[in-house]
């Protein structure tokens, strides 16, 4: 029985398909695990993300109290995302730049070293 003022609740978010991607991955352990805590139903359109603004649209259904827990908890595990894959992004970029600078090293090395060739067979 739903408590009084405590009536059934629908609300929308738009998640990054990125972070829904993790999320729903390992069959959605994730996505259940946040349904368990919170008591709503957490659903998405796994094939609807849209490709334009790179988001998918997740619904909480529940009591309120519910859905409202459901959403903060799952704003926050986002917001968690979000970071981890901007770190995660920068850190190849770093490691990219790093590369480039070896390959351009060796490179120059290449050409020191075949200038030299060139000298001493004249």
């Known amino acids: ?22 999320l729903a991955s390992n069959q959605g352990q994730q996505m259940l695990s946040l349904e368990q805590l919170s008591g709503a139903k957490i659903t998405y359109a796994a094939d609807q993300p849209d490709p334009v603004s790179g988001v998918t649209r997740i619904e909480f259904n529940g009591r309120k109290s519910c859905v409202v827990q459901a959403k ?17 992004s920068a850190q190849q970029q770093q490691q990219q730049a790093h590369v ?18 060139q000298q001493q067979q004249q």
């Open 100 to 117: 480039s600078h070896i390959q351009q090293q060796h490179l120059q090395q290449q050409q020191q070293q075949q200038q030299q060739q």
């Open 72 to 88: 903060v908890m799952f704003q926050q595990v986002v917001a968690q995302l979000e970071q981890t894959l901007r770190a995660h």
């Open 1 to 22: 029985m739903i408590p009084p003022g405590e009536g059934i609740s629908r609300e929308e978010m738009d998640v990054p398909t990125q972070c829904m991607v993790i």
